[in-house]
């Protein structure tokens, strides 16, 4: 009997870690976006007043999310030896990992004025993504860990 209240609290408790990491991700998504716009802004206000060159930016940026700190490192490693950037896409999907990856490639290739206008279409694009991840977020980050608490529980009251 003890046997199968220890599975079944072992069962429920890798349920809730199983959530928790969904929610972490989820959490962790809508924060790379909105710590990518903050890039975006500042570059753009570079652009804008001290044209400051954009490895200088990107080294300078002290980003909070962990893809964007690589991509930044990768970006501004390969723009400063001449060679083309081709960050790591992470855990984005296809759609959006062609956006950003696309994105963050062309910076620095047009006149400032150009890519002004560049960058606010970028941030415009990436805003919908960003959007997108905070409201899933908001509406399941949360549930995904008392879902698969529930399930673990299911699991259990099944191998009872």
Do not use: H
């Not at 080294?59 to 490693?77: G, V």
């Not at 999907?93 to 062609?98: A, C, D, L, Q």
């Not at 290739?109 to 694009?125: D, I, P, Q």
């Amino acid at each position: 009997m003890t046997d199968k209240l220890l599975m079944a609290v072992c069962l429920g408790c890798l349920g809730a870690l199983i959530g928790y990491a969904v929610c972490v991700r989820m959490k962790r998504k809508a924060e790379y976006y909105d710590d990518l716009d903050g890039f975006l802004r500042t570059y753009a206000e570079s652009l804008s007043f001290s044209m400051d060159t954009l490895p200088e930016v990107m080294s300078a940026y002290p980003a909070r999310s962990p893809l964007l700190s690589r991509q930044l490192f990768e970006c501004t490693s390969a723009i400063r030896s001449g060679t083309k950037p081709a960050p790591a896409a992470g855990w984005l999907n296809g759609e959006e990992k062609s956006a950003v990856i696309g994105g963050l490639t062309e910076l620095g290739t047009r006149s400032s004025s150009v890519e002004k206008g560049a960058v606010e279409n970028f941030r415009l694009k990436l805003g919908a993504y960003g959007k997108r991840a905070a409201e899933r977020y908001a509406k399941t980050g949360k549930a995904a860990v008392k879902l698969g608490f529930l399930a673990g529980l299911l699991a259990a009251v099944i191998f009872w």
